[in-house]
């Protein structure tokens, strides 16, 4: 399972490394450390955090989340595979985007809850990039 630093958590959430220190100093979601001494999140425990954000209750200490160029990164949050088609949802700051694509798009990517990935949204299609 993927785990991601600090910085990078505060990345994925739309919020300052500060802001994502004081979280995890608070309880709000758990952190190990690795050989180094950096403090690291699970990708599941991030992922569920990341919803919890993105559904408005991480306090007033959010920062505005802005996309560049139709560009949304963030964590996959959840994969429900059918015999052809699949739902992604990536939780990108407060933006929850949800994508239908192929069954075989999702595996080729090798996309699962907890790891990184952008959404990119042209028309009213999104595309999903593994990062």
């Known amino acids: 399972m993927q ?4 910085g990078q958590a505060a990345r994925l959430l739309g919020v300052s490394p500060d802001t994502a220190r004081r ?3 608070a309880g709000r979601f758990t952190t190990h450390r690795d050989e ?3 403090r690291l999140i699970d990708g599941r425990d991030l992922a569920a955090f990341s919803v919890e954000v993105g559904q408005g ?4 200490e959010e ?3 802005t996309s560049a160029r139709n560009a949304f990164p963030g964590i996959v949050t959840a994969v429900k595979l059918g015999d052809i088609a699949a739902q992604v949802e ?5 933006h929850r985007l949800v994508s239908l694509l192929t069954r075989e798009a999702v595996e080729e990517l090798g996309l699962e809850v907890g790891m990184q ?3 990119r949204v042209k028309s009213t299609s999104v595309h999903i990039d593994r990062t």
Request: proline share 8%; aromatic share 12%; charged share 15%.
């Open 117 to 119: 990935a952008t959404a």
């Open 3 to 6: 785990s991601y630093t600090i």
């Open 23 to 25: 979280w995890a100093d």
């Open 90 to 94: 990536i939780q990108a700051g407060p």
């Open 63 to 65: 920062e505005p989340y």
């Open 57 to 60: 209750s991480a306090g007033d």
């Open 36 to 38: 180094n001494g950096r």
